[in-house]
């Protein structure tokens, strides 16, 4: 029995879908104009693991995850390169899904745009103005009045005079109330023609909020079941998510609800310290790739709890591929029989009762190091196909294992290739058929200290893996 810590309720529940055997989730993506970072990496992998475990357990998962293509970053990035909004965002847009891919997190089954949905925002912050949730600002802003929404902050625990006493006035310029947030903006004389729409209000774009509750309505009906994203976003953005969704609803929406599960996924940091670019330790996909092997990065986000916080370290990435190098060498060892899973199985049993879990995939992770363990001693083609079936739930073990242990990565990339070291251990066959084996050792420890190790297998056949 699946059970998820539901961040509206702060505490772990039975999961029960709407509409049996089908799981609706929409997950908060990315605004495109940078490189994807170790944030984003996060979220990335936590909810492909999440989406690939509903599946494994029977469920059919629609599963929407949008893009932010149109925001002032953006507006101001274009204008930086001398190019149009959409080719920056097409561009981010591709490096995106270049990443994702080398994480191993296989697409969605929605992707929308926010530019693709304006037409359904304004239909929502018209209805929100008839539902007397929306208003037209002083500065021509059209703004959700956050007072007015019976229940605001539920599912960030902060109340309205807490966010009264922290507000800022130089956020209130043209609102009614400092508290109140922008769906619709009015559009600056400075602004390129296609960062601007129609609306009854004039010519403006979206604000950031709406857009989820716009395309998450549109493809997965004003009720579904699961909403995540990073813990960043609980406020204010899934709140007002809430606010917005509930408003633009008719009379006794707030009896249905909208979103009945919330998930959210702990923070970055670098050793130990929060990841911002001010403290010179934000480092984007890409630049841990360039370290470390795909799959590697993936192992070592699900390693965690995906609520607790995450911390990312040399020392920690080192570490995780220590421990993915001895599950490939288990496998290395033993030919994986094909199978199909008996989750009856008692090693089965246990994985998924920890995924099972709220997602706990330190412990699912664990049951495939005991299966490792037993396929070591027993050397057991249906106990390695166990472990490489287990593993693929959660996206890892999917390379032959030769391909894993031998794949360079960082330094290593520009360090000795595949014909060299062949060539250096035929070399070293030679001095131990000649009987110089001082040579030999001599041979085998420049290949250690350059990051290869060497296994001397019976019969003469010598393997090696990179360290």
């Excluded at 949905?117 to 059209?142: F, S, T, W």
Aim: glycine fraction near 8%; aromatic fraction near 8%; hydrophobic fraction near 40%.
């Amino acid at each position: 029995m699946l059970k998820i810590h539901n961040t509206l309720a702060r505490d772990k529940q039975v999961f029960a879908p709407i509409e049996p055997g089908l799981v609706r989730m929409y997950v908060c993506g990315m605004t495109v104009y940078d490189y994807c970072h170790l944030g984003h990496a996060r979220v990335l992998v936590v909810f492909d693991m999440v989406a690939r475990w509903l599946r494994a357990a029977g469920y059919r998962v629609v599963y929407v995850r949008n893009i932010t293509d149109i925001d002032d970053k953006i507006i101001k990035r274009a204008h930086e390169n001398g190019v149009s909004i959409r080719a920056l965002t097409d561009r981010y847009i591709a490096y995106m899904n270049e990443d994702a891919a080398a994480l191993g997190v296989l697409p969605p089954d929605h992707e929308p745009r926010a530019t693709e949905y304006v037409p359904d925002m304004l239909r929502m912050i018209v209805a929100l103005q008839e539902n007397g949730y929306a208003y037209v600002a002083a500065n021509r802003d059209v703004c959700y009045s956050v007072r007015k929404f019976v229940g605001y902050g539920r599912l960030s625990g902060k109340s309205l005079e807490d966010l009264r006493a922290g507000e800022r006035v130089d956020v209130a310029e043209g609102k009614d109330d400092p508290l109140d947030f922008v769906l619709w903006k009015h559009a600056k004389e400075s602004e390129p023609d296609e960062a601007k729409w129609d609306s009854p209000w004039g010519r403006g774009r979206p604000g950031w909020h709406i857009e989820c509750s716009a395309m998450s309505s549109k493809l997965l009906g004003t009720h579904f079941d699961i909403h995540g994203g990073g813990q960043d976003l609980q406020f204010p953005h899934h709140e007002n998510e809430i606010a917005q969704s509930e408003g633009a609803q008719s009379e006794g929406a707030q009896k249905c609800g909208f979103v009945n599960y919330w998930m959210h996924n702990g923070f970055v940091r670098v050793d130990d310290e929060k990841m911002s670019k001010s403290l010179g330790n934000f480092f984007t996909i890409r630049e841990v790739l360039k370290q470390y092997d795909a799959e590697v990065v993936r192992f070592f986000i699900l390693r965690a709890h995906y609520r607790s916080q995450l911390n990312y370290s040399d020392a920690h990435l080192d570490d995780a591929r220590g421990a993915l190098t001895r599950l490939y060498t288990a496998l290395k060892a033993v030919d994986p029989q094909p199978i199909e899973i008996d989750w009856n199985e008692s090693h089965a049993a246990k994985f998924r009762a920890a995924m099972d879990d709220d997602f706990n995939t330190p412990e699912a992770l664990a049951v495939l190091f005991e299966l490792a363990n037993e396929v070591n001693k027993t050397h057991s083609a249906s106990m390695a196909g166990l472990l490489k079936a287990l593993a693929g739930v959660l996206g890892l073990l999917e390379r032959a294992p030769t391909e894993f242990l031998q794949a360079p990565s960082g330094e290593q990339a520009v360090g000795l290739d595949a014909a060299e070291i062949a060539a250096r251990i035929a070399a070293r066959a030679a001095a131990k058929k000649a009987g110089n084996y001082a040579e030999a050792d001599r041979m085998r420890q420049n290949l250690l200290t350059a990051g290869i190790v060497l296994e001397d297998k019976p019969g003469g056949v010598t393997e090696w893996r990179r360290a």
